[in-house]
């Protein structure tokens, strides 16, 4: 079973300039989740999807941050315009159904590391 | 908010000793309790998780227990080996009207000595 894909791997981009990036969940899976993953931190909960949906984006910085997942698949995450501490790792993740069900499990892509200059 | 503690946040045991990591939650209808492992640079793994309707699971050399009155729960790794060293992350279930998600603790870093 193919897992959840990512792009770019690695981004560096200078401050106030914007980025995108680009998660394939594993398929099947109708819920989608960003994480932000800073240096020596757990992963961060950004926003859910579940198809094409958002369920939660309370902690997502809206005045900057945005995502859309428009045919409940594929899903990016733009930043616009970037600040020094936007660096880090943001980890998209993928599970069939809501974490609450009885047998469901949350798997993580392998990120795109983004450095801020 | 909903909060993940976690300690220790680093450990460093001999290959063959047991680590023991523990975890504490806030969210008393937290219900889902996965344990990651991330090597540098790489994605996390689950390893092992545990529902609220189990106070043990084990796999192998791997072992979680959960105690729900005391919102607390640990990983416990025995016989350790050097390919064990990484950063393991506990998380827990939240859920409120806008869905279900993970928060996660901020890592317990364990180094395997040979």
């Known amino acids: 079973e193919a897992g959840v894909a990512q792009s770019p791997r690695y981004k560096i981009i200078e401050k106030r300039q914007s980025v995108a990036f680009w998660c394939n969940p594993i398929?099947?899976?109708?819920?989608l989740y960003w994480y932000q993953q800073i240096l020596g931190q757990g992963p961060k909960l950004l926003i859910q999807?579940?198809?094409?949906?958002?369920?939660?984006d309370s902690q997502l910085p809206k005045d900057r941050f945005s995502a859309e997942r428009l045919k409940g698949v594929d899903s990016t995450l733009k930043i616009q315009p970037a600040k020094l501490e936007d660096s880090a790792v943001y980890l998209c993740?993928?599970?069939?159904?809501?974490?609450?069900?009885?047998?469901?499990?949350?798997?993580f892509g392998s990120g795109t590391q983004l450095s801020v200059l | 908010g909903e909060n993940v503690e976690q300690h220790p946040s680093t450990l460093s045991v001999q290959e063959g000793d047991s680590a023991v990591i523990k975890c504490t939650y806030s969210d008393s209808a937290s219900n889902y309790f996965p344990w990651y492992k991330q090597e540098l640079g790489k994605r996390p793994q689950l390893i092992i998780d545990i529902r609220s309707n189990v106070g043990e699971k084990k796999d192998q050399r791997i072992a979680v227990t959960l105690n729900k009155t005391a919102k607390h729960f640990s990983l416990h790794i025995t016989e350790t080996q050097p390919e064990d060293s990484a950063v393991y992350f506990c998380?827990?279930?939240?859920?409120?009207?806008?869905?279900?998600?993970?928060?996660f603790g901020k890592g317990t870093t364990l180094s395997v000595s040979s």
């Open positions: 998380a827990a279930s939240i859920r409120d009207q806008a869905g279900t998600a993970l928060i």
């Open positions: 999807f579940q198809n094409n949906g958002v369920v939660d």
């Open positions: 993740a993928s599970s069939q159904g809501p974490l609450g069900g009885t047998n469901e499990k949350l798997f």
């Open positions: 398929s099947g899976h109708a819920t």
